[in-house]
């Protein structure tokens, strides 16, 4: 099977804009969690979406949004743009959506450089 | 703030040298898992530890799990370069899908 896909690898982008991260499970996975990761705050959950429903949220500002399609593919966008938003951007799946009692399948990420 | 600790935060050893790292939590939780990552890339899921297990073995590894004291303790044995990573435990509050990273420890395996 392949693994858990996330595009682009690599953006930048300038303050003040938006932009939209795509994730793509391993085929069968229910659930999608996304995570932002830097060297300040480490890694920190974003959301978790099960069935197209977003079953938790991180403590981020309404700037940072997400979706879940019917095939279980994800995206997450961030609006207005702040430099502290630079990042790598990691997607998880897991089959089941059985939170911490399953294994999460991460994705290569995606690294977001805001200029 | 929720994130778990993890000590020591880098680690330097040589290679055949065993690696021990330790993670504390803050909540009451069901499961707690450790991660690999590599170089800024995806993390790798290395094993999964129940609250009723106290320790566990994957390969060279050796997971041990203390509720009462909210710690658990990763061991990688003869180490090998290819061991060089951050390693992460990972929780989350029990009824959650939020999971919980630690602040990671930075190994380093010299060959």
């Known amino acids: 099977k392949a693994g858990v896909t996330q595009t682009p690898r690599y953006l930048i982008k300038t303050r003040g804009q938006q932009v939209t991260l795509s994730c793509s499970p391993i085929?069968?996975?229910?659930?999608v969690s996304w995570y932002q990761q830097t060297p300040g705050q480490g890694l920190q959950f974003l959301f978790e979406?099960?069935?197209?429903?977003?079953?938790n949220k991180g403590n981020f500002p309404g700037r940072f949004s997400g979706r879940q399609f019917s095939n279980s593919r994800s995206e997450m966008n961030v609006s207005t743009l702040e430099l502290g938003d630079s990042a790598l951007y990691l997607c998880?799946?897991?089959?089941?959506?059985?939170?911490?009692?399953?294994?999460?399948?991460f994705g290569p990420g995606t690294r977001l450089l805001v200029l | 703030s929720q994130q778990g600790e993890e000590d020591p935060q880098a680690l330097s050893i040589q290679e055949g040298e065993n690696a021990t790292m330790n993670c504390s939590y803050k909540t009451s939780i069901n499961n707690l898992q450790w991660y690999r990552q590599n170089s800024g890339r995806g993390l790798v899921h290395l094993i999964l530890?129940?609250?009723?297990?106290r320790e566990k073995h994957s390969g060279r590894l050796r997971v041990t799990l203390d509720t009462s004291k909210k710690s658990s303790s990763l061991l990688i044995t003869a180490s090998r370069a290819a061991d060089t990573a951050s390693y992460f435990c990972?929780?989350?509050?029990?009824?959650?899908?939020?999971?919980?990273f630690g602040t990671g420890t930075r190994l380093k395996v010299l060959a």
């Open positions: 979406y099960f069935s197209e429903t977003q079953r």
């Open positions: 990972a929780t989350a509050a029990s009824g959650t899908y939020k999971y919980i």
């Open positions: 998880a799946s897991s089959l089941l959506g059985q939170g911490i009692q399953e294994t999460q399948y």
């Open positions: 085929s069968g996975h229910r659930s």
């Open positions: 530890i129940r609250s009723n297990e």
